[in-house]
């Protein structure tokens, strides 16, 4: 079995967002970048089927992005990638989510892969576009939010529940596919330092637009999406203080809730 | 699509190409009408349909059409009546016994088959888990563009659509424009529109299910309850949610008694569900849940930086907290000091007498 694990990197959580004056983008300088914390799940899941199973015969990780990405792929192969694919050129900057499935379906199409993870949702862009639209590209069936998976042991289907409001979904589907997961899958590891040094040594490719076989055509056919302003989230009005003993406390904030919220 | 060589994935390619021209000469005869995904499950409309024909209505009055929704299940007419009281134009169902349970393929294909019959301008879907799922499968089949979860809509000068979405989890927003002569497609943030009502009757016309056969590769066998009888956070108008300082799980009982009261859905930290004291998919916050309700009743969440970034989109917040240096506290518009075992009984008791009324 060969899986494909995509990774983004994004700024870590805990990053105070700045806007650029032009509002063309945040300010990045200074800002941590870390390995998109669904993706986490999904490196480690390939991972943990192959320590479990017999049959995992490779596992590549793939990234669209700056130069920067790479490192995001080095923590990839620290975890447990083989060997890693990095798609890196000005003109994927401008590509939409929609357009970069695209971008990486033309690549991966003839990898023979058996197997996709990704994140569920990128946690800079929170659009969750990637892996169905991937799936959609290549004609695989997909399950998005994976909470718990089992593959048969032929290796050729799937069973894996996803999760939807206040309730899962059992879905079964054969193989190729593709998986995007969700938190409390499994539990991502921390690179131990020999990992770390011994991914710097594995493979890692970087393709430009002259080695995606049809890329002229690929913003063409759908997509074309910009984000060309980005704004700071509206002030809240200041919130107010409400003290005094529990019962009074209680009285006073259901009045307000009510009379001057009126969301009650 | 072709995944094959030689001369068979030339043809297949060839075909490709054709498949643009074709998708090209679709766009050139696309309608001003806009297209409402009206999800539902056993025939139960989900509320946010109501939500989003709201601003569907406004872009086809703005643009000259009309709001036609499709229904898809095994006996989608069954949400018909419900759909019409929202309000909206047209009516088409997609029934067929394949469709009781959503699956991405036999989802797509269906709506993709609407959008081929309709050609509208606009599709909008609810942000729900199956909209998420959908969206991205039907915009690349049908060579559109899209946003996800987006919370403004309104058409530039040349009449493109252009959106506005959250981003980095809250902490900004993108301004999103779509390209011209494309079919444009956005998923609508739940509770994000008020319900649109007062309709009383829509055309109606069926189409028959597409038969795909390769999309029985995937199928869905059940769909097991989680959150027993209780609402789900996402989908719920009022969340009460609890951090460790509940100190158990048996203390939960509070916010569930509370959460009864005001028909609420109960949340919890990552700390608490970490815990033990509520299982993750009650979490709120960056790797659990987004929630984005009219009221967030936030009791004993100091409010890590993490949690807010899955609850700092509702409209009103409440803080419940000892200590009013808690960055919630900051955050909320009503902050009640003081010990959340005295206070969320006693608000409540105010609740019920209130709404007793």
Same mark, same amino acid.
């Given at each position: 079995?060969?899986?494909?694990?995509?990774?983004?990197?994004?700024?870590?959580?805990?990053?105070?967002?700045?806007?650029?004056?032009?509002?063309?983008?945040?300010?990045?300088?200074?800002?941590?970048?870390?390995?998109?914390?669904?993706?986490?799940?999904?490196?480690?899941?390939?991972?943990?089927?192959?320590?479990?199973?017999?049959?995992?015969?490779?596992?590549?990780?793939?990234?669209?992005?700056?130069?920067?990405?790479?490192?995001?792929?080095?923590?990839?192969?620290?975890?447990?990638?083989?060997?890693?694919?990095?798609?890196?050129?000005?003109?994927?900057?401008?590509?939409?989510?929609?357009?970069?499935?695209?971008?990486?379906?033309?690549?991966?199409?003839?990898?023979?892969?058996?197997?996709?993870?990704?994140?569920?949702?990128?946690?800079?862009?929170?659009?969750?576009?990637?892996?169905?639209?991937?799936?959609?590209?290549?004609?695989?069936?997909?399950?998005?939010?994976?909470?718990?998976?089992?593959?048969?042991?032929?290796?050729?289907?799937?069973?894996?529940?996803?999760?939807?409001?206040?309730?899962?979904?059992?879905?079964?589907?054969?193989? %190729?596919?593709?998986?995007?997961?969700?938190?409390?899958?499994?539990?991502?590891?921390?690179?131990?330092?020999?990992?770390?040094?011994?991914?710097?040594?594995?493979?890692?490719?970087?393709?430009?637009?002259?080695?995606?076989?049809?890329?002229?055509?690929?913003?063409?056919?759908?997509?074309?999406?910009?984000?060309?302003?980005?704004?700071? %989230?509206?002030?809240?009005?200041?919130?107010?203080?409400?003290?005094?003993?529990?019962?009074?406390?209680?009285?006073?904030?259901?009045?307000?809730?009510?009379?001057?919220?009126?969301?009650? | 699509?072709?995944?094959?060589?030689?001369?068979?994935?030339?043809?297949?390619?060839?075909?490709?190409? !054709?498949?643009?021209?074709?998708?090209?000469?679709?766009?050139?005869?696309?309608?001003?009408?806009?297209?409402?995904?009206?999800?539902?499950?056993?025939?139960?409309?989900?509320?946010?349909?109501?939500?989003?024909?709201?601003?569907?209505?406004?872009?086809?009055?703005?643009?000259?059409?009309?709001?036609?929704?499709?229904?898809?299940?095994?006996?989608?007419?069954?949400?018909?009546?419900?759909?019409?009281?929202?309000?909206?134009?047209?009516?088409?169902?997609?029934?067929?016994?394949?469709?009781?349970?959503?699956?991405?393929?036999?989802?797509?294909?269906?709506?993709?088959?609407?959008?081929?019959?309709?050609?509208?301008? !606009?599709?909008?879907?609810?942000?729900?888990?199956?909209?998420?799922?959908?969206?991205?499968?039907?915009?690349?089949?049908?060579?559109?563009?899209?946003?996800?979860?987006?919370?403004?809509?309104?058409?530039?000068?040349?009449?493109?659509?252009?959106?506005?979405?959250?981003?980095?989890?809250?902490?900004?927003?993108?301004? !999103?424009?779509?390209?011209?002569?494309?079919?444009?497609?956005?998923?609508?943030?739940?509770?994000?529109?008020?319900?649109?009502?007062?309709?009383?009757?829509?055309?109606?016309?069926?189409?028959?299910?597409?038969?795909?056969?390769?999309?029985?590769?995937?199928?869905?066998?059940?769909?097991?309850?989680?959150?027993?009888?209780?609402?789900?956070?996402?989908?719920?108008?009022?969340?009460?949610?609890?951090?460790?300082?509940?100190?158990?799980?048996?203390?939960?009982?509070?916010?569930?008694?509370?959460?009864?009261?005001?028909?609420?859905?109960?949340?919890?930290?990552?700390?608490?569900?970490?815990?033990?004291?509520?299982?993750?998919?009650?979490?709120?916050?960056?790797?659990?849940?987004?929630?984005?309700?009219?009221?967030?009743?936030?009791?004993?969440?100091?409010?890590?930086?993490?949690?807010?970034?899955?609850?700092?989109?509702?409209?009103?917040?409440?803080?419940?907290?000892?200590? %009013?240096?808690?960055?919630?506290?900051?955050?909320?518009?009503?902050?009640?000091?003081?010990?959340?075992?005295?206070?969320?009984?006693?608000?409540?008791?105010?609740?019920?007498?209130?709404?007793?009324?």
């Amino acid at each position: 079995m060969k899986i494909l694990v995509l990774i983004k990197q994004v700024p870590d959580s805990t990053t105070n967002i700045r806007i650029r004056a032009d509002g063309a983008d945040i300010d990045r300088a200074g800002v941590k970048m870390v390995v998109n914390p669904f993706d986490e799940f999904a490196i480690e899941l390939a991972q943990q089927l192959r320590e479990k199973r017999s049959d995992v015969q490779h596992i590549t990780a793939l990234a669209v992005g700056p130069a920067g990405a790479a490192e995001a792929l080095r923590t990839a192969m620290a975890i447990g990638a083989d060997d890693a694919i990095h798609l890196q050129d000005a003109a994927f900057d401008s590509l939409d989510e929609l357009q970069t499935a695209a971008l990486i379906a033309a690549v991966v199409r003839e990898g023979g892969f058996d197997l996709i993870l990704c994140g569920k949702q990128e946690i800079d862009l929170d659009s969750g576009q990637l892996g169905p639209a991937l799936a959609e590209r290549l004609d695989w069936a997909h399950v998005g939010a994976v909470t718990a998976l089992e593959i048969a042991a032929d290796g050729r289907s799937v069973e894996a529940s996803r999760r939807i409001e206040g309730a899962e979904e059992r879905v079964r589907c054969g193989l %190729p596919a593709l998986l995007t997961i969700e938190k409390g899958l499994v539990e991502p590891r921390y690179p131990s330092l020999p990992n770390l040094m011994k991914a710097k040594k594995k493979p890692l490719s970087v393709k430009t637009a002259a080695d995606v076989p049809g890329f002229a055509d690929l913003a063409g056919a759908v997509g074309g999406t910009r984000m060309h302003k980005l704004e700071p %989230p509206p002030a809240r009005p200041p919130g107010r203080q409400i003290k005094g003993e529990p019962a009074q406390q209680a009285a006073e904030l259901v009045r307000l809730l009510r009379e001057e919220a009126k969301v009650i | 699509m072709s995944r094959g060589t030689g001369p068979i994935g030339r043809l297949v390619r060839w075909s490709r190409f !054709v498949e643009i021209k074709f998708v090209g000469l679709q766009v050139s005869h696309m309608s001003k009408d806009v297209l409402v995904f009206a999800e539902q499950r056993n025939g139960r409309l989900h509320p946010a349909v109501a939500q989003i024909v709201t601003p569907a209505r406004a872009l086809a009055t703005a643009g000259g059409g009309r709001v036609i929704a499709v229904l898809i299940g095994a006996a989608a007419d069954s949400a018909a009546d419900a759909l019409t009281a929202t309000g909206v134009d047209h009516i088409v169902t997609i029934s067929d016994p394949s469709l009781e349970r959503y699956t991405a393929l036999r989802y797509r294909s269906a709506l993709a088959a609407a959008i081929a019959h309709l050609k509208p301008g !606009v599709v909008l879907l609810p942000a729900t888990f199956m909209g998420r799922d959908l969206a991205p499968r039907v915009a690349m089949r049908t060579g559109a563009a899209l946003a996800t979860d987006v919370i403004e809509l309104s058409r530039d000068a040349e009449g493109r659509l252009d959106v506005r979405r959250p981003i980095y989890n809250g902490k900004a927003f993108g301004r !999103v424009s779509f390209p011209a002569g494309r079919l444009a497609i956005a998923s609508v943030r739940l509770n994000t529109f008020a319900p649109s009502t007062g309709g009383s009757g829509a055309g109606r016309e069926s189409l028959a299910a597409p038969a795909v056969e390769s999309d029985g590769r995937l199928t869905c066998s059940e769909v097991v309850r989680t959150g027993g009888e209780v609402k789900d956070v996402t989908e719920a108008e009022i969340v009460v949610s609890g951090g460790r300082s509940l100190k158990s799980e048996d203390n939960f009982k509070l916010l569930y008694e509370l959460a009864g009261v005001l028909d609420a859905a109960v949340g919890a930290s990552r700390a608490a569900c970490d815990a033990g004291y509520q299982p993750h998919g009650r979490q709120v916050g960056l790797t659990g849940k987004t929630v984005t309700p009219k009221l967030y009743i936030a009791c004993g969440i100091s409010g890590a930086i993490q949690h807010l970034a899955g609850m700092r989109g509702s409209k009103v917040i409440v803080a419940i907290n000892s200590d %009013p240096e808690a960055p919630m506290c900051k955050l909320a518009d009503y902050a009640v000091i003081g010990d959340l075992f005295q206070v969320v009984p006693a608000l409540t008791a105010e609740a019920r007498k209130l709404l007793a009324h």
